[in-house]
């Protein structure tokens, strides 16, 4: 299936399916003749009758083509989906990169230091790390906790972008507020992460 659109360029990169399933939920009916049903793994969890597979894929692929071409407007709509899918992909594996060259690690720390008020405990299921916002608030939070398993960070510099309206993750990932509490939490991109508070 071979559909064109004015907003992907040659030079673009290709869509994965990935890209594409993001968000994807389907319910499929298939009639099987029963001299033909198989399934996989002894909890029988999927169909492994692979004449079902290419006699689905047949069927979707021509109805689909044909849906899309008929309603431009919904196909335009998934397509910029999944060019957003695919931007914070590559935002994702651009930044799980950096943190394992330790380059934004060690500049994320140096900045960590001389904002965060630690805990003396290294139990991340106990710590907890509070966000303050102003001075006051920063300094009786301070005086206030319990330093064994409360950590402070002091008030963020700057206006903290919306992540929820912010369309490209590339762009949070530069946002230098957002690196300190991704930080100061010991969050990470996909499975490099190790949370150092479990409660914020």
Same mark, same amino acid.
């Given at each position: 299936?071979? %559909?064109?659109?004015? $907003?992907?360029? /040659?030079?673009?990169?290709?869509? /994965? ?12 009916? !298939?009639? @099987?003749?029963?001299?033909? &049903?198989? $399934? ?15 006699? !689905?894929?047949?069927? @979707? ?5 044909? *849906?899309?071409?008929?309603?431009? /407007?919904?196909?335009?709509?998934? !397509? ?6 695919q931007q914070a992909r590559e935002a994702a594996r651009r930044a799980r990169e950096e943190a394992r060259s330790g380059k934004k690690r060690k500049k994320s720390e ?21 966000? +303050? /916002? ?14 064994? $398993?409360?950590? %402070? ?6 206006? !903290? ?11 949070? *990932? ?14 990470? +991109?996909? %499975?490099? $992460? ?5 409660? &914020?």
């Amino acid at each position: 299936m071979h %559909v064109k659109w004015p $907003f992907l360029k /040659e030079k673009d990169k290709n869509l /994965e399916g990935t890209d594409i399933r993001e968000g994807l939920s389907a319910i499929i009916s !298939v009639r @099987i003749p029963e001299e033909l &049903l198989q $399934f996989e793994g002894q909890t029988k969890g999927k169909l492994g009758t692979s004449e079902a597979r290419s006699a !689905v894929d047949a069927v @979707i692929s021509e109805k689909l083509a044909y *849906f899309l071409e008929e309603n431009r /407007e919904t196909a335009t709509l998934l !397509v910029k989906k999944a060019i957003k899918a695919q931007q914070a992909r590559e935002a994702a594996r651009r930044a799980r990169e950096e943190a394992r060259s330790g380059k934004k690690r060690k500049k994320s720390e140096a900045t960590l230091s001389g904002k965060l008020t630690p805990a003396q405990s290294r139990n991340p299921a106990r710590n907890e790390l509070y966000l +303050v /916002e102003g001075d006051s608030a920063g300094g009786s939070a301070k005086q206030g906790r319990d330093r064994k $398993f409360q950590a %402070v960070l002091p008030p963020l510099r700057g206006k !903290v972008i919306n992540t929820e309206k912010k369309a490209k993750l590339a762009d949070i *990932f530069k946002n230098e507020e957002i690196n300190t509490i991704i930080h100061a939490i010991g969050g990470g +991109v996909g %499975v490099d $992460f190790n949370r150092r508070r479990h409660q &914020l």
